[in-house]
């Protein structure tokens, strides 16, 4: 790779965690939950989207199980989503590559 290619992928990857953490951010703050600037920090928005989902905190450790880790993450966006009062087939959609980037979206600035 050259410098510029480099360069390019450092700000996208930017680009995409800041939309990302914004979005959870704004979706924790319209279900009043605490610690919105959690989203943020790496490992804390995990904690963040339990929170957000009413899951309990163990379930971070069956996020670190390979394959069982994706489950429990669908399993999540899908609380999220009911959370936001969404269908919860919202949170199945995160299978999904292109649209994984966009339910977050959809998710925190829906009415």
């Known amino acids: ?9 450092i700000m996208l990857f930017l680009v995409l965690y800041g939309y990302l953490s914004f979005s959870v951010q704004i979706i924790a703050r319209r279900t009043d939950t605490p610690n919105d ?4 920090i ?3 928005n ?5 929170a957000i989902a009413k899951k309990p905190l163990w379930w971070f ?5 390979p394959f069982v880790g994706i489950v429990i993450i669908v399993m999540i966006w899908m609380a999220v989503a009911e959370a936001r009062s969404k ?3 919202w949170g199945l959609l995160t299978l999904l590559p292109p649209l994984s980037l966009i339910v977050p979206g959809y ?3 829906s009415e």
Request: proline share 6%.
């Open 42 to 44: 790496p490992i804390a």
């Open 61 to 65: 450790f069956l996020m670190l199980i």
């Open 46 to 50: 995990m904690f963040l989207l339990l």
């Open 37 to 40: 600037w959690f989203a943020w």
């Open 1 to 9: 790779m050259s410098i510029g290619t480099e360069t390019v992928l």
């Open 87 to 89: 269908p919860s087939w």
């Open 107 to 109: 998710l925190a600035f």
